[in-house]
């Protein structure tokens, strides 16, 4: 049974500041590993989908990168903005199957 | 840019009441998907859909819910008889490949609240 945990439950940054999320999963036998945020009371918005055979994938200031071995994803945004604060999930595949096993997420603030 | 759609973005009803929400995927998507998120806890994984059937459900997904899609571009979620513990936010969702592949997209969500 997979199991997804995220590192910090909460953060709070000033504006401009780098800074990493981080995913930890049980099952390393993942094809991929997907990042959504979720902003108060709406959807879940895709950010980026890491294949297993990829060790980084980029979109604008955001930067996510997947260890299987270690069971380990990192999400780093560059240069934060207020308009970064959400909550951040990640979610890993169930190896066999189609369900996707969220984990907590961080919810971030960032201040101006 | 294309867009899962789900309506009413939210819902009130009696305990015991039926309830339908409905979804329309992104068009050319094959693989569809329910998820709840009942308030402070994690994303749940209801059901996903393929084929005009169901591919794979969870232990939350009891005889009391349903999943239909009636025609080229609504996907439904049905909860025969509502209990309080279904007050959540549901989420539906699509993707183009199935399975552990697929990149996943998912709507605005619609809140039920059972009274």
């Known amino acids: 049974k997979q199991e997804v945990t995220q590192i910090p439950a909460a953060l709070s940054v000033p504006e401009g500041e780098n800074l990493v999320l981080n995913c930890s999963f049980t099952?390393?036998?993942?094809?991929?590993l997907q990042w959504f945020r979720q902003d108060p009371g709406k959807g879940l918005t895709s950010l980026l989908l890491i294949q297993s055979s990829q060790r980084e994938q980029t979109s604008g200031r955001l930067n996510a990168s997947l260890d299987k071995s270690s069971g380990r994803s990192t999400l780093y945004i560059a240069a934060s903005q207020p308009g970064d604060s959400a909550t951040y999930l990640c979610?890993?595949?169930?190896?066999?199957?189609?369900?996707?096993?969220f984990g907590e997420g961080t919810q971030l603030t960032v201040n101006p | 840019e294309p867009e899962v759609t789900q309506t009413p973005s939210h819902q009130v009803t009696q305990m015991g009441q039926e309830v339908i929400l409905r979804c329309v995927p992104i068009?050319?998507?094959?693989?569809f998907y329910w998820y709840r998120q009942i308030l402070g806890q994690k994303v749940e994984f209801l059901v996903s859909f393929y084929n005009n059937e169901i591919s794979e459900k969870s232990e939350i997904f009891d005889d009391q819910f349903s999943v239909e899609r009636p025609d080229g571009s609504n996907f439904t979620l049905k909860i025969r008889s509502t209990k309080l513990e279904d007050s959540a936010m549901y989420f539906c969702?699509?993707?183009?490949?199935?399975?552990?592949?697929?990149?996943?997209?998912f709507g605005e969500g619609s809140r039920l609240t059972v009274l």
């Open positions: 099952d390393s036998a993942i094809y991929n």
């Open positions: 068009s050319n998507h094959l693989y």
């Open positions: 969702a699509s993707s183009e490949a199935g399975g552990p592949f697929g990149e996943l997209f």
């Open positions: 979610a890993a595949p169930k190896p066999s199957g189609s369900r996707l096993t």
